[in-house]
């Protein structure tokens, strides 16, 4: 069974608005989570990640959340740009591991 | 530094022949890790090194597969015989230290192999 999942494979979203991609997990003990963005044809890169002691991290137009009592977190783009359509994948770094979601296919309509 | 390094970056073959396919990790990295993207599982991890010694392999899908790492630059993924099921994007990725905990991956551009 997948320990994180991403439940939604695509959004849709007009430029300027905020996009909120959703992250769930199964295992309380984590380290990180980080996500990725992933254009077409190349390798996944890293975004922004946040650590398990903390519940907010921002870094410019993008902002991590994590509710520990839910096992959930979220990653808000605020305002989203068309560059931002991607495929987002959210990863829990628990020891030497990654785990990772199957995606969530972000288009941010001009 | 250029990053990793897969080679090659597209691969059509026929079912039954084998397949290699080619990582060089960044300069000082110790970690190096395998994965196979599909739609239904994401990204799957296949096999993880860490100072060229496999550490946990349990992701490997079947004896087809196998993975080696002779030095600290240079990683192979072999699938013998390939299966048409085995078409999917396969990356690889170093990380600086595993110890560092909550540090990135880094990630090559992945190899996309079809077996027709």
């Known amino acids: 069974d997948q320990q994180v999942k991403q439940n939604s494979p695509s959004l849709s979203v007009q430029e300027g608005r905020i996009s909120i991609l959703n992250c769930d997990y199964t295992?309380?003990?984590?380290?990180?989570f980080l996500w990725y963005k992933k254009y077409p044809a190349e390798g996944p890169t890293f975004l922004i990640s946040?650590?398990?002691?903390?519940d907010k991290n921002e870094d410019g137009r993008f902002t991590v959340f994590l509710n520990k009592s839910a096992k959930h977190l979220s990653l808000h783009i605020v305002p989203s740009q068309p560059g931002d359509s991607a495929v987002y994948f959210c990863?829990?770094?628990?020891?030497?591991?990654?785990?990772f979601g199957t995606g969530t296919s972000l288009t941010v309509i001009p | 530094d250029a990053g990793v390094i897969q080679s090659p970056r597209h691969e059509v073959t026929e079912m039954g022949q084998e397949v290699t396919l080619r990582c060089k990790p960044i300069?000082?990295?110790?970690?190096l890790f395998w994965y196979r993207q599909t739609m239904m599982r994401g990204l799957e991890l296949l096999i993880y090194f860490n100072n060229n010694v496999p550490i946990d392999d349990s992701g490997m899908p079947e004896d087809r597969f196998s993975a080696k790492m002779p030095n600290a630059s240079f990683s192979t993924l072999k699938i013998q015989p390939s299966e048409p099921r085995d078409s999917a994007v396969y990356f690889c990725a170093s990380h600086p230290d595993r110890d560092h905990r909550g540090e990135t991956q880094y990630f090559g551009p992945g190899t996309r192999l079809l077996v027709l």
């Open positions: 295992n309380s003990m984590f380290d990180y």
């Open positions: 946040i650590s398990s002691i903390k």
């Open positions: 300069s000082g990295h110790n970690s």
């Open positions: 990863a829990e770094n628990t020891g030497n591991q990654f785990y």
